[in-house]
């Protein structure tokens, strides 16, 4: 990569879609579409729209073949590559292993690989919208509600994943926070910006994996919001360095999600 990798979109595998969009809207402010863009696949795909007219990723609804063929609610990021086919190599050949082979879409490549330590994510060689040319992603924003604000990775072998990471997509990796028992909890830097942290697998945690925390404008009312609209708090909000407070939710589709923003 001729710059740090960034996350450049992010994915809600759900069971239902139309569910998914009612707890997010109430949640986060989101607007699911309530069609679907039937893709080259048959699949059921839809975007989700922040209130300022953005986007913040996308909604894959969850088939009963893919139901059955394991595949459960989750949340996934896209890691933006030059070449897909050159990261699927890599990557490979360094302990990651493909999950779905390369294939073209109409807004670029992609492929879906694992880490060496089996944490799920997708690699994307984008093409850009006509006049779009050098424009960033801004799915990912540190500090914006409506936006995805934080990357955890729960590992089992933070230092592996954290030279994995290092290697593939050139991040940094500066400044941690004691977790007592359970080890260390690990900055990561794209560039001079704080993407997120890796820490080590935790109880509730089966495998590794990728939690992404959903900015909001007010942690108690989106705390408020996730009980009366069918999610489970599962980590109730703690504050965080600067002063914000983040927690973790199941979404009432299974999939699990946080949340970071400011108490007012």
Known sequence: MSAPANFIWYELMTSDPAGAGAFYGAVVGWTIASHGEQTAGGVDYRMIGRSDGGQAGGVLALDADMLAGGARPIWIGYLEVDDVDAAVAAITADGGALQMGPMDIPVGRIAMVTDPQGAPFYIMAPVPPPGMDGMESDVFSATEPQHMRWNELATSDPDGAIAFYKKHFGWGQEGEMPM??????????????????????????????????????????????????????????????????????IDPQGAPVGFVGPRK
């Open 180 to 249: 007592g028992e359970l080890g260390a909890y690990r900055f990561i830097q794209r560039g001079a910006v704080g993407i997120g942290a890796v820490m080590p697998l935790m109880e509730g945690y089966p495998v590794p994996v990728w939690n992404f925390y959903i900015g909001v404008d007010d942690i108690d009312r989106a705390h408020a919001a996730v009980t009366a609209n069918g999610g489970t708090i599962t980590n109730e909000p703690m504050e965080i360095p600067g002063g914000e407070f983040a927690m973790n939710a």
